[in-house]
């Protein structure tokens, strides 16, 4: 590949050269209603500084397109962390509700009456990932 890459641009050198040696033509070139001469170097010149900006616009394009993906790769692992924190404090508030109701009281009494989902507040529900969890009594609603 190094070695076609190299060949291809001694063969545009040549090239250059061959067209900025020969500037006996010159051509009419007309823009915006307005006519201009110019020789084969001069018009040579100016393809390759427009050639030049493209690559530069397309290079542009390329760091933004990967910039905004390695964002949103981030941004994805972040969630996943976050999906996965919620999950385990969820798990662990479980984990001591059940103890709580399991234990007996401070003053020797029966165990605490268990709570059950339904009975639940909004903001007691747990929420996980975005999505909350529906309860028997919850009327179905299309999304």
């Known amino acids: 590949m190094a070695l076609l890459g190299i060949l291809l641009v001694l063969v545009a050198a040549a090239f250059a050269t061959g067209v900025l040696v020969d500037q006996t033509d010159t051509t009419t070139i007309t823009i915006f209603d307005r006519a201009y001469q110019v020789t084969n170097a001069e018009l040579f010149l100016a393809g390759a500084a427009c050639a030049t900006v493209l690559l530069l616009g397309l290079a542009l394009i390329m760091v933004g397109a990967r910039r905004s993906a390695a964002k949103r790769r981030q941004l994805r692992a ?3 962390q976050a999906g996965e924190r919620v999950a385990t404090l ?16 401070a003053d020797g009494s029966s ?3 268990q709570t059950r989902p339904e009975a639940m507040t909004v903001k007691d529900r747990l929420v996980a990932r975005g999505r909350r969890r529906k309860t028997p009594e919850e009327p179905h609603t299309p999304a």
């Open 90 to 105: 969820e798990e662990e508030k479980r984990t001591l509700e059940r103890k709580l109701a399991e234990s007996p009281s």
């Open 111 to 113: 165990p605490a009456p």
């Open 78 to 80: 972040v969630r996943a």
